[in-house]
């Protein structure tokens, strides 16, 4: 089974702080996706990577930077985090035509 | 611009009963179409897709689907509701499976005894 791991579950942060969220598969997956849930305004796209060092921005990726240094792992970084970033994050991974796999989340809170 | 519309917001359906799920997508063209389940706390858990063919796909769960094609619409059903099936439920669409998924703002199930 494809596993998505998300490295936090939960996180607090200060506002202006530099935020990390990393996301690591173990498929050895080409495509990788982070979204973030809002109530009320579902899944909304950030960026995604379709490659090494490669990425792509989504619908709403002011605020926010990634990295993909390694197949495996594709990070999140809030450059200086605001309280309006305070949402659930989550990382997805896909192969090819098949579909997404999803972690777990993160729920971030900027304090 | 390609949407993805579900009209309901939450749902309560007694135990037992049947369900059905409204989808409706705006595209230009046949996208390829998803139900995805979220329990709380969770992640998204794939429950079917469908890409071409048979217009009506099963997945996991007892769950199927019905693509329509004249109707826009992606319609997710059940026959029988189980206590366990309280989720939210996301309808999305991509122009192919693996680029990136436009989803619908989700429809929260409750079930009652």
């Known amino acids: 089974d494809v596993k998505v791991t998300q490295s936090s579950r939960y996180l607090v942060k200060r506002t202006g702080e530099k935020v990390f969220l990393e996301c690591v598969q173990d498929?050895?997956?080409?495509?990788m996706f982070w979204y973030r849930q809002d109530p009320g305004l579902g899944l909304r796209l950030i960026y995604f990577?379709?490659?090494?060092?490669?990425?792509e921005k989504g619908d709403i990726p002011e605020g926010y930077s990634v990295s993909r240094e390694k197949k495996e792992r594709f990070s999140l970084i809030l450059e200086s985090a605001s309280t309006n970033q305070t949402s659930m994050y989550l990382c997805a991974s896909s192969f090819g035509d098949q579909p997404q796999h999803f972690g777990d989340g993160t729920r971030l809170s900027i304090l | 611009a390609q949407s993805v519309t579900q009209p309901d917001i939450h749902i309560t359906v007694s135990e037992g009963a049947s369900l059905e799920l409204r989808c409706n997508y705006s595209y230009g063209a046949t996208p390829y179409l998803f139900w995805y389940v979220q329990s709380p706390g969770q992640g998204l858990q794939l429950l079917l897709k469908y890409f071409s063919g048979d217009t009506l796909v099963q997945g996991i769960k007892g769950f199927e689907a019905e693509f329509k094609r004249s109707q826009s619409s992606f319609n997710l059903r059940k026959p029988s509701v189980h206590w366990s099936d309280a989720a939210e439920y996301f309808c999305?669409?991509?122009?192919?499976?693996?680029?990136?998924?436009?989803f619908g703002k989700g429809t929260t199930l409750s079930v009652s005894s």
């Open positions: 990577s379709y490659d090494v060092k490669m990425k």
């Open positions: 999305a669409v991509a122009l192919s499976a693996g680029t990136a998924l436009i």
């Open positions: 498929m050895d997956h080409e495509n």
